[in-house]
């Protein structure tokens, strides 16, 4: 039982470049979350996905898309990175959407130069 | 909330000692509540969480308090280790909405 994986743990991007941020859960939760840490904040939620088909903007959303693939996985686009992005990203689940602990994935350091 | 900086709150205790960490949440409709402890380059881990209906709950070394008069959440880790040593969290899950709010966190160093 791995919980919450994430990949890459590390990634360096120029300005205007894309990617994609991975995570997968074997925990069969219905919740996943994305998460940005900046230095001396706490985590701030970028997008969740209650369940399965769904997804909703959290704080933070500017810059970023998601999708919920499937139960296990959802991935976290930068369409277009800004050195504003320069973060370390986190994924979460959790049984369900409201009153239920986080189960956090190890991180992405992402820099953008 | 708690304050917002680039300057995390700090906490120095000698190994064996009783800590106490506190959280002032920011919505009265908040009704769940968890403490994560984060080690430097690792991902948040629940450590106890307590909900609006309660005043207390323990763990195993560790109590959380719910103060909801005045909006106050405290972290108290008896016996505290050197694997302690870590930046704790309060997260508070608030009944309107799905989200949950994060502060900045409290960096806790246990001196052998």
């Known amino acids: 039982n791995a919980g919450v994986t994430q990949t890459p743990k590390f990634q360096v991007l120029k300005t205007g470049q894309s990617m994609t941020l991975q995570c997968a859960q074997d925990?069969?939760?219905?919740?996943m979350y994305w998460y940005r840490q900046d230095p001396g904040m706490g985590l701030r939620l970028i997008y969740y996905?209650?369940?399965?088909?769904?997804?909703d903007k959290g704080e933070v959303p500017n810059g970023y898309n998601v999708s919920r693939l499937n139960k296990r996985e959802f991935s976290l686009r930068l369409e277009s990175a800004a050195p504003s992005q320069t973060s370390v990203y986190f994924c979460?689940?959790?049984?369900?959407?409201?009153?239920?602990?986080?189960?956090f994935g190890p991180g992405t350091r992402l820099t953008v130069t | 909330g708690e304050s917002v900086g680039l300057h995390l709150p700090t906490l120095s205790v000698q190994e064996g000692d009783n800590s106490i960490i506190n959280c002032a949440y920011s919505?009265?409709?908040?009704?769940?509540f968890i403490w994560y402890k984060q080690e430097s380059g690792k991902g948040p881990q629940f450590i106890i969480d307590?909900?609006?209906?309660?005043d207390k709950r323990q763990g195993q070394r560790v109590t959380v308090l719910l103060n909801k008069t005045v909006k106050h959440l405290s972290l108290q880790i008896a016996a505290t280790q050197p694997g302690d040593s870590a930046v704790y969290f309060c997260?508070?899950?608030?009944?309107?909405?799905?989200?949950?709010?994060f502060g900045t966190g409290t960096s806790l160093t246990v001196i052998p």
């Open positions: 925990m069969n939760h219905n919740s």
């Open positions: 979460a689940s959790s049984v369900q959407d409201r009153g239920y602990e986080q189960y």
């Open positions: 307590i909900r609006s209906n309660m």
């Open positions: 997260a508070e899950n608030r009944n309107t909405g799905n989200q949950f709010y």
């Open positions: 919505n009265s409709a908040s009704d769940y």
């Open positions: 996905s209650a369940s399965e088909g769904t997804t």
